[in-house]
């Protein structure tokens, strides 16, 4: 197991993390942790932050105040969201995923064998399909026998029997290699099949817990489908509402129920106008 002797317990961590770009708060007040064997997958509407959130905490986007790192030590596998394939040279699989780190042959094969495209080490990586590219793109960074998985949108491209098969072949890395997964996703099916913990932001972390209590429930499974019913139904503690930019705005009290943490349609910004695509 690769994880043997690598640092155990918490793999990242973000504390009262803000960012900003081009002179806009893209990001305020996020803590986040994250423990080796877990899977977390932030969701949330486009723009909402979600790539920020991951290039921060790996260090390739400054806050501007509180912070976001990686522990000592943790080996970090990162497939980015945008992977320009449109700039890369012709090349074979093997090439591409030798051009940062420098793997042996073996080392190669093993990881593709990983992610079920070990047949295609020779071919060009320009003539693979959407999926098989993520697939490779996948074993690209397990061949760096991360601690850390970072995936942002790992199920680009790929249809809706490749995406279950890819979230279950994330779980089984997870479980093979003892690491981390943080991951992008707009994809509620990946919440409800492969995650600890959700994590919904919109400039702030606006909810956050274990999807077992929407999986668990009956109605919310003869409900799974559309993604926006889905989301919608999705349980958590909230505190506060978004006006139609996303602004969180003050604390409302839903006077109908006697509890705050209930099942809830999201009339606002966060849920699932968001959501579409
Ligand atoms: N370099 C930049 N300069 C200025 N603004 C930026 C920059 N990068 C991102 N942004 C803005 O920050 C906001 C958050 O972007 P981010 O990519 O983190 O969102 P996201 O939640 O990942 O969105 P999506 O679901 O569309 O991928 C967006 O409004 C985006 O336009």
Redesign the pocket.
């Known amino acids: 197991m690769t994880g043997v002797g690598k640092p155990e317990g918490v793999l990242l961590r973000a504390e009262g993390l803000a960012v900003r770009?081009?002179g806009?708060v893209?990001?305020h007040g996020v803590d986040l942790t994250l423990r080796r064997g877990e899977i977390v997958t932030v969701i949330?509407?486009?723009?909402?932050?979600?790539?920020?959130?991951l290039?921060a905490v790996l260090g390739l986007l400054k806050p501007s105040a509180g912070r976001a790192f990686v522990a000592d030590g943790v080996t970090v596998g990162y497939v980015p969201?945008r992977f320009a394939l449109d700039r890369v040279m012709p090349m074979t699989v093997a090439r591409l995923m030798s051009l940062t780190a420098r793997p042996g042959r073996g080392a190669i094969e093993r990881a593709l064998t990983e992610t079920g495209t070990a047949h295609l080490i020779d071919a060009s990586v320009h003539g693979l399909s959407g999926g098989e590219l993520q697939r490779v793109l996948l074993a690209r960074a397990l061949v760096r026998a991360p601690d850390l998985l970072v995936l942002?949108?790992p199920v680009q491209g790929v249809d809706f029997t490749g995406e279950a098969a890819l979230y279950e072949l994330i779980g089984t890395i997870r479980d093979r290699h003892a690491c981390g997964v943080l991951m992008?996703s707009?994809d509620l099916h990946v919440v409800m099949a492969a995650t600890d913990r959700v994590v919904c932001?919109n400039g702030h972390v606006c909810c956050t817990g274990a999807p077992h209590e929407v999986s668990g429930n009956a109605e919310v499974r003869r409900l799974f489908g559309p993604q926006a019913e889905l989301f919608a139904l999705y349980r958590h503690h909230h505190d506060h509402e978004h006006d139609l930019t996303g602004e969180p705005v003050a604390g409302h009290v839903d006077h109908r129920r006697d509890h705050h943490d209930h099942h809830h349609p999201h009339g606002h910004s966060h849920g699932a106008a968001?959501h579409a695509g």
Not at 44 to 53: R, V, Y
Request: proline share 4%.
């Open positions: 770009l081009g806009r893209i990001l949330g509407p486009n723009g909402g932050g979600k790539t920020t959130l290039r969201q942002d949108e992008v707009h932001v968001g």
